[in-house]
């Protein structure tokens, strides 16, 4: 998959990650709230590490600041 998430978005989606994961850790929130909460704080993590969001395809959503040739 090409690589479609600038700096600033990973950086964004990672403080979100640990957010949602650090509200579970404490248990702020419980049960199936939690549990949404975990998946996405790993789909945040899992796309800040790859550098690719699959939603922001079909839309041609790049956030890099640059355009590969």
Do not use: H, Q, W
């Amino acid at each position: 998959m090409k690589k479609n998430m600038g700096l600033v978005d990973k950086i964004i989606r990672l403080l979100a990650a640990a957010a949602l994961a650090l509200l579970v850790a404490l248990g702020v929130v419980d049960g199936a709230l939690a549990v949404v909460f975990g998946v996405v704080a790993l789909v945040f993590l899992a796309t800040s590490v790859v550098g690719t969001c699959p939603l922001y395809l079909p839309f041609g959503i790049d956030t890099r600041g640059t355009k590969e040739k």
